[in-house]
């Protein structure tokens, strides 16, 4: 079943258009929600939880439709903003209870579970403090355990690490990664921090202005990319090219020793060195193309 | 699941019915709310009022009590519609300083801590939010209200006999009726004025400005335009001439009862836009 189904998704603030004809259909464990400032990430996540009203199409989060299903939708699914929310003077673990009752659960299980959430984000020994006396990396972790309690379906975390310093920021990276492999939920994540994204998710959705300008399987991607290989060779690597493509790789000459070259299916490393060693030829560079996250991401900007 | 574990487990029990799920957010507010010695020390000074109308009512029906204090029975207000206004005059001001005193922290804190995301991603609407939001108000001025205005009522209907009851039992209507509405109102009116502004303190400038500040706006008005209409810019006058009405007193008003009525609804109507206006789970900034 898919997560996230976006059918001709289009949202206006007035006359201005936010989002426009949004169609794509993602079924990953943890998706990533990329673009620049102001390309309509937050809206679109707004609109999946039933904040903003879509002016045109529909969306399909785990098969129930937005404009139909509103209450299913937010019985299955957690929320963390990306600001700082919370409600004043109240202890983590009343206030997490409390946004537990709010899904429906039981006011003894709502505190079972209160608890529990707050011990598994790490917020165990300040459970019984003031959120407002948190510092802002606790607040994330306390946002985080509201959008938790209910045991949701659909975990949606808006700049899961804003202000967070690299040890918090790790934190709720490992955290991430642990729901995502427990396979009791699944995870749209949004964020501007390519790293975050390229460490947590598995599918990457790019926006720009509003328009969907890449969709892509990361793991796929990263298989892929081990078939692509660049080498630098010194000596007499004089039919180097003709050898390799005898081993039934594309091999290409871009000059000075260095090469490029596609892989077939199993093919083993193994045999390059081999060649090399029987020739006496010192392969000095050997790396595997790397197209990360990170130039998905500007192709699709340069659109 | 055990705390020591850790780790995260999706949640199967059963759930509660959602048109209850409104009561949590009072039932939430009220342990906080009771921690504030002032708030429970005003409580208990609500009920002083009714316990002396009640034995006023007990003292005014046991004339040797008043001869052992030498009080002539001549000068005992008689226990009637205008006892029981006075009464809704009276604890319904002491209502409006409790309704100061609460109002402000009902959504102006979520408005300053961008709470309502929180409330509005789970299967709770915004009607149910102000219901909850309300419930605590007007459990708190029922309880210095109409509670108390029905047992001071009780207790003159049990020492007058049946006869009195059955001939003025609509006054005990009256009653409840009449500060049921105006804890309603009262209970709206904060809200929306507690979700006008993000600071609480001026929350409650703004409640405390609009309750005991309209009767000089009014008679300012009507001295400047020379009119009576600026009357109804006083919310406590409004609801006294609608008490009159209800308690069947014909005093000399200057607003009519029509327009009282129509003021407190166009009133109530502003306080209803202004909450949906600004209890939303995000602004579009222009």
Same mark, same amino acid.
């Not at chain 1, 699944?186 to 390519?194: A, E, F, V």
């Given at each position: 079943?898919s ?5 001709g998704l289009g949202?206006?603030?007035?006359r201005r258009e936010?989002?426009a004809?949004l ?11 990329l673009g620049?400032?102001?390309a309509?990430?937050s809206t679109l996540i707004?609109?999946? =939880?039933?904040f903003?009203?879509p002016?045109?199409g529909?969306?399909? &989060?785990?098969g129930?439709?937005?404009?139909r299903?509103l209450?299913q939708?937010?019985? #299955?699914?957690?929320?963390m903003?990306e600001n700082?929310a919370f &409600?004043?003077n109240m202890t983590a673990v009343a206030?997490v209870?409390?946004m ?6 039981p006011?003894?299980?709502?505190l079972?579970?209160a608890?529990?959430?707050l011990?598994y984000?790490?917020?165990g ?6 959120l407002g #006396?948190y ?5 994330q ?8 309690v ?5 975990l949606?975390?808006d700049?899961?690490?804003?202000g967070l ?11 991430i990664q642990q729901?995502?492999d427990s ?7 949004c964020?501007?921090?390519l790293?975050d &994204?390229e460490? #947590? ?5 790019i926006l720009k202005?509003?328009r969907? =300008?890449q ?8 298989r892929a990319?081990?078939?692509f290989v660049?080498?630098e060779?010194v ?8 050898a390799?493509a ?5 091999c ?9 070259? =596609? ?5 083993e490393?193994?045999?390059i060195?081999r060649w090399?060693s029987s ?5 000095r560079r050997?790396?595997y193309?790397?197209d990360t996250?990170?130039?998905i991401?500007m ?5 | ?12 029990g059963?759930q509660t019915?959602?048109?209850s799920?409104?009561? @949590?957010l009072? $039932?939430?507010?009220?342990g906080?709310l009771?921690q504030s010695?002032?708030l429970v020390l005003?409580l208990?000074?609500?009920f002083?009022f ?7 009512v /007990? ?9 052992s204090?030498?009080?002539p029975?001549?000068? @005992?207000f008689q @226990?009637?519609?205008q006892?029981?206004?006075?009464y809704?005059?009276f604890q319904?001001g002491?209502?409006c300083l409790l309704?100061?005193?609460i109002g402000?922290g009902?959504?102006?804190p979520d408005l300053?801590? $961008?709470a309502?995301p929180l409330?509005?991603?789970?299967p709770f609407?915004?009607?149910? /939010?102000?219901a909850?939001?309300?419930s605590l108000?007007?459990y708190?001025?029922?309880l ?8 001071v ?5 049990e020492?007058a006999?049946?006869?009195w ?8 209507g009256s009653l409840?009726?009449g500060?049921i509405i105006?804890d309603?109102?009262?209970a ?6 507690s979700?006008?502004?993000k600071w609480?303190l001026?929350?409650?400038a703004?409640?405390l400005g609009v309750?005991f500040?309209?009767g000089?706006?009014?008679a300012?008005?009507?001295?400047i335009? $020379?009119?009576n209409?600026?009357s109804?810019?006083d919310l406590?006058q409004?609801?006294s001439? @609608?008490?009159?009405q209800?308690f ?15 003021a407190?609804?166009?009133?109530a109507?502003?306080?209803i836009w202004l909450?949906a206006?600004?209890?939303?789970a ?5």
């Amino acid at each position: 079943m898919s997560v996230l189904e976006l059918d001709g998704l289009g949202v206006r603030f007035g006359r201005r258009e936010i989002l426009a004809d949004l169609r794509v259909s993602l079924s990953g464990r943890s998706i990533g929600l990329l673009g620049p400032n102001g390309a309509g990430k937050s809206t679109l996540i707004q609109t999946l =939880v039933g904040f903003c009203q879509p002016s045109s199409g529909t969306a399909r &989060v785990l098969g129930y439709d937005i404009r139909r299903d509103l209450p299913q939708i937010r019985a #299955t699914v957690g929320y963390m903003p990306e600001n700082d929310a919370f &409600v004043a003077n109240m202890t983590a673990v009343a206030f997490v209870r409390m946004m537990g009752e709010l899904s429906g659960l039981p006011s003894d299980a709502a505190l079972e579970r209160a608890h529990e959430a707050l011990f598994y984000v790490g917020l165990g020994e300040a459970r019984y403090r003031l959120l407002g #006396t948190y510092s802002l990396g606790m607040k994330q972790l306390a946002k985080l355990a509201q959008a938790i309690v209910h045991g949701p379906k659909l975990l949606i975390l808006d700049e899961p690490t804003n202000g967070l310093d690299p040890p918090a920021r790790q934190r709720m990276i490992r955290l991430i990664q642990q729901m995502r492999d427990s396979g009791e939920m699944r995870l749209l994540i949004c964020s501007h921090l390519l790293r975050d &994204v390229e460490e #947590t998710c598995e599918e990457v959705l790019i926006l720009k202005q509003g328009r969907i =300008v890449q969709s892509c399987n990361l793991e796929e991607e990263r298989r892929a990319n081990r078939r692509f290989v660049e080498l630098e060779a010194v000596g007499h690597h004089h039919g180097f090219s003709d050898a390799m493509a005898a081993l039934g790789c594309e091999c290409s000459h871009l000059g000075l020793g260095r090469f490029r070259m =596609v892989l077939p299916e199993g093919f083993e490393l193994r045999e390059i060195y081999r060649w090399a060693s029987s020739r006496e030829v010192e392969l000095r560079r050997l790396n595997y193309r790397r197209d990360t996250l990170e130039e998905i991401f500007m192709k699709a900007m340069e659109h | 699941m055990a705390v020591y574990k850790q780790t995260y487990k999706p949640y199967g029990g059963s759930q509660t019915p959602r048109w209850s799920r409104f009561l @949590i957010l009072g $039932r939430s507010s009220y342990g906080r709310l009771m921690q504030s010695r002032f708030l429970v020390l005003y409580l208990m000074a609500c009920f002083f009022f009714p316990v002396l109308c009640a034995v006023f009512v /007990y003292a005014s029906h046991n004339l040797s009590i008043l001869e052992s204090l030498n009080i002539p029975a001549s000068r @005992i207000f008689q @226990i009637n519609n205008q006892f029981f206004e006075f009464y809704c005059g009276f604890q319904g001001g002491m209502a409006c300083l409790l309704t100061a005193f609460i109002g402000p922290g009902l959504v102006a804190p979520d408005l300053a801590n $961008r709470a309502l995301p929180l409330y509005f991603s789970r299967p709770f609407g915004r009607a149910e /939010y102000v219901a909850g939001k309300m419930s605590l108000l007007l459990y708190l001025l029922s309880l210095i209200t109409w509670i108390p205005g029905l047992f001071v009522f009780g207790v003159q209907a049990e020492l007058a006999g049946w006869h009195w009851t059955r001939d003025n039992v609509w006054i005990a209507g009256s009653l409840l009726a009449g500060l049921i509405i105006w804890d309603l109102f009262l209970a709206l009116m904060a809200l929306a004025l507690s979700a006008s502004v993000k600071w609480s303190l001026a929350a409650g400038a703004l409640i405390l400005g609009v309750l005991f500040a309209g009767g000089g706006l009014a008679a300012a008005v009507n001295s400047i335009v $020379r009119t009576n209409y600026g009357s109804l810019l006083d919310l406590r006058q409004v609801m006294s001439v @609608i008490w009159s009405q209800m308690f069947r007193d014909e005093q000399a008003t200057n607003v009519p009862v029509g327009q009282a009525w129509i003021a407190l609804a166009a009133a109530a109507a502003i306080c209803i836009w202004l909450l949906a206006r600004r209890v939303k789970a995000f602004e579009v900034v222009k």
